[in-house]
């Protein structure tokens, strides 16, 4: 059974930082792209960053030079460094593995900006 496990979330001021963590557990054939993705309140689920296994990286707009995506391959594991905080930000932020064959999700974790 794949098991996603996000971590790192929490309360913090406009302008900190967090780093969110997930490990992927379990079998998973393949994994190809590795990604973040976020739901605030009323919105719908949006893209965050992507990485894929050769490392090449993918933002949204709005989090390009305040984010950090990155992955252990060895440990299955994807990272998110999030810098320069803003109120926007909060959401609840998913981790999500793409495998070869299915896709996969974390329960999320809460990520709050106060300004």
């Known amino acids: 059974q794949v098991q996603l496990v996000e971590s790192g979330g929490g309360l913090v001021q406009t302008g900190g930082s967090l780093r969110l963590s997930c490990v992927a557990s379990?079998?998973?054939?393949?994994?190809?792209?590795m990604g973040w993705y976020r739901q605030a309140p009323g919105k719908q689920r949006e893209l965050v960053a992507t990485?894929?296994?050769?490392?090449?990286?993918n933002y949204r707009d709005s989090v390009k030079g305040r984010f950090t995506i990155s992955r252990d391959n060895v440990k299955n594991t994807v990272y998110l460094q999030m810098n320069s905080l803003k109120p926007e930000d909060t959401a609840v932020y998913y981790c999500?593995?793409?495998?070869?064959?299915?896709?996969?999700w974390g329960k999320g974790t809460l990520v709050t900006v106060s300004s």
């Open positions: 990485i894929i296994s050769s490392g090449i990286t």
């Open positions: 999500n593995v793409k495998g070869a064959i299915n896709d996969y």
């Open positions: 379990g079998r998973i054939f393949r994994i190809n792209v």
